[in-house]
C-alpha cells in the first residue's frame, strides 16, 4: 500500500551497537546528565527512524456523531490528548493513547478553523470559528467567550507560554487579548485592508511573535502585465536571492493545569491602527509550479469563500484558500512584550512569498529555531534564529498541492501533506523527507524561472543550499470510503516513534504507526 525507498542507512540502523550500549548504561543507571542527554537522542532518533522504514498500520481514532470534515488536530503539551476542529462546528477532544473522545466541546457558531492548547497546560485550549467567535476552554470546567465585532473569520490563535495572553488574527488585525477581561487591550492592524492576517504564533520561549500577513499585490500586478506584454516571466529582482519566489499567485481578496498567574498587560507597550482605503486589485493568475516528475500533474482548484469551507471531493482547506495571495512570515522581537508594527512589511522577513491555506501551513520546531512552510509544489524550512533569520536551510519539490508541514520530534524528518488531486482509489497524501545537507540536482530550481540579472547570486545561493531527501510517499486508499478521502492535516505525534496522525475533508482522524 505504501511505497518505501529502499535506502538501508534509513531502513536499517547502522548504529545498532551504539543503541545497545545506551539501553545497557541506561539499565545500569548511569544517567548523569550528559550521558542521559545523549543516550536520549539515540533512542528517539532510533525510534523514529524505526517509524519512518516500517509498514504502517492504520487505526481510527473515535469521533461520536457526525464531525463532517476534520480541518485540523494540535496535542496537548504533555502528549496525551488531541484537539479537532470539525465541520459540525464542534471541537473533539480525544485519548492519543487510546483513541477514545473524552469530551466534545460545543457552542461555536460556525466551523472552528484554528484550535491551540496552551503551551504549559494541558487543560486551557482556545478555539477560533469562521463566525468570528474565539473561545477559552478550561477543559475541566466551561468556556469564555470573545467575539470579533465584526464578525469575521479567526484565522489564526496562540497562547504566550508564560504570560496571561492570546493573540487573535481576524480580517487584517491581530487583537491582544488577556481572557480574563471581557475585551482585547490591543489591536494592530496591517497597512492596507487587503493584507490579511492569516497566521500568529509564538516561538517556544514566546521571545518572538510570528505572523503570516498576505502580500499586497498592486505592484506584483503591474510587473507582471508589463512581462506579459513583453513575452517575460521571470523572477522579480527585488526578493534577496536567499528567499524563495514561487511567482504564482491567484489574487482574490476577500474579508475573510492552571492559567497562567501573571499578566503581560503591564508589558506589552503601544498599539497601531491603520484603516487606509482598500485598493481596488488586478485579480490575475499566474503559476510556474514547479515538479519533481513522479508521474503527478498539479491540479488548479476552484476558490471558495473562506467564509463557506466545504467537504467535497478536493480538500477544503485548498477549495478555501487557493485564491488568497500569496503570504510574508516575519519574526517580530517579543522579548520585552513590546506591540509589533506590522505595516512594516520589510522588516524581519523569514520568508518573503508563501502558501499559508491554515495554522497547519506553517510549523515551528520545538526548539524553537526552525520554521517549516507550504509553497505551491514545494515545501521549505527556514531558519527563526536572529543571526541568520529567513536563511534558507532545507528546500523540496514536490508534485502537488502542500496543505501541511510537520517537523519531526527529533527535526530529523519533514512530513509534507498534500492535497488530493484527482478522485480515484489512491492517492500519495503526505511525502517523508529527511533533512540532510546533500545536494540533489533534482530539486533545485529551474534556470528558466530565473532571473538571469540575479544569475550571479542565484549560483552563490545555490551552492550553499542544502535539500531534503526523499524518504518514502504515504499512500492512501479510498477504496473503503467511495474515493473521496483527501487529508486537510497531518502531523508527528509528540513522541519519537508514536505515529503520524492525519485528519481528512470527510472527519476522520486517524493515526499511522
Not at 481514532?61 to 494540535?74: E, H, N
Amino acid at each position: 500500500m505504501e511505497q518505501v525507498k529502499e535506502i538501508p542507512e534509513l531502513l536499517h540502523c547502522n548504529h545498532s551497537h551504539n543503541i545497545l550500549q545506551n539501553l545497557m548504561l541506561r539499565d545500569l543507571g548511569f544517567l548523569y546528565y550528559n550521558c542521559y542527554k545523549t543516550t536520549r537522542r539515540t533512542l528517539e532518533s532510533a525510534a523514529e527512524m524505526k517509524l519512518v522504514g516500517k509498514k504502517h498500520r492504520e487505526l481510527e481514532y473515535d469521533l461520536p456523531g457526525y464531525p463532517k470534515a476534520t480541518f485540523l488536530m494540535v496535542f496537548s503539551p504533555d502528549g496525551t490528548k488531541i484537539a479537532s476542529a470539525h465541520g459540525n462546528h464542534s471541537v473533539y477532544i480525544t485519548d492519543v493513547a487510546t483513541r477514545k473522545n473524552i469530551k466534545i466541546l460545543s457552542g461555536h457558531p460556525r466551523t472552528p478553523w484554528c484550535i491551540a492548547f496552551h503551551p504549559s497546560s494541558s487543560y486551557l485550549l482556545a478555539s477560533g470559528c469562521l463566525g468570528g467567535q474565539v473561545r477559552v476552554w478550561d477543559l475541566r470546567d466551561d468556556s469564555k467567550v470573545w467575539n470579533v465585532k465584526c464578525h469575521t473569520v479567526i484565522a489564526s490563535l496562540a497562547f504566550h507560554p508564560s504570560e496571561k495572553l492570546l493573540v487573535i488574527a481576524t480580517n487584517n488585525e491581530i487583537h491582544f487579548w488577556d481572557w480574563s477581561q471581557p475585551e482585547p487591550f490591543a489591536v494592530i492592524s496591517t497597512k492596507t485592508r487587503i493584507e490579511k492576517v492569516r497566521y500568529v504564533a509564538f516561538d517556544n520561549l514566546g521571545k518572538k511573535l510570528i505572523t503570516g500577513i498576505g502580500n499586497n499585490y498592486v505592484r506584483e500586478s503591474r510587473i507582471l502585465r508589463s512581462r506579459l506584454r513583453h513575452g517575460r516571466t521571470t523572477r522579480d529582482s527585488q526578493v534577496p536571492s536567499n528567499q524563495t519566489d514561487q511567482n504564482e499567485a491567484i489574487q482574490s481578496f476577500r474579508t475573510m493545569g492552571s492559567e497562567p498567574s501573571h499578566s503581560t498587560q503591564s508589558n506589552l507597550r503601544g498599539s497601531v491602527s491603520v484603516d487606509n482605503e482598500e485598493t481596488s486589485i488586478l485579480q490575475y493568475i499566474y503559476n510556474s509550479r514547479r515538479r519533481t516528475g513522479r508521474g503527478r500533474r498539479d491540479l488548479n482548484l476552484p476558490y471558495d469563500e473562506e467564509e463557506r469551507p466545504s467537504s467535497e471531493d478536493v480538500s477544503a482547506v485548498v477549495l478555501n484558500f487557493s485564491g488568497i495571495s500569496s503570504y510574508r512570515v516575519q519574526a517580530w522581537d517579543f522579548s520585552k512584550g513590546e506591540i509589533p508594527d506590522i505595516t512594516n512589511s520589510e522588516k524581519n522577513i523569514v520568508i518573503h512569498k508563501c502558501k499559508i491555506r491554515n495554522d497547519a501551513s506553517v510549523n515551528i520546531s520545538s526548539d524553537g529555531k526552525l520554521l517549516a512552510t507550504c509553497f505551491m509544489g514545494a515545501a521549505g524550512v527556514y531558519s527563526l534564529q536572529w543571526e541568520t533569520l529567513g536563511e534558507e536551510i532545507y528546500w523540496a519539490e514536490v508534485y502537488n498541492s502542500v496543505v501541511s508541514v510537520s517537523i519531526s520530534p527529533t527535526q530529523e524528518h519533514l512530513l509534507v501533506g498534500l492535497a488530493r488531486s484527482a478522485i480515484g482509489k489512491e492517492y500519495t497524501m503526505a511525502i517523508i523527507y529527511r533533512l540532510t545537507h546533500k545536494q540533489s540536482e533534482n530539486n533545485k530550481p529551474r534556470m528558466q524561472d530565473l532571473d538571469f540579472n540575479n544569475l550571479a547570486k542565484y549560483l552563490h545561493f545555490m551552492s550553499k543550499r542544502n535539500t531534503m531527501l526523499w524518504v518514502r510517499d504515504i499512500l492512501q486508499n479510498n477504496q473503503s470510503n467511495g474515493g473521496h478521502t483527501s487529508i486537510n492535516c497531518i502531523r508527528w505525534a509528540p513522541q519519537p516513534g508514536q505515529g503520524l496522525i492525519y485528519a481528512t475533508n470527510t472527519g476522520r482522524l486517524a493515526v499511522l504507526h
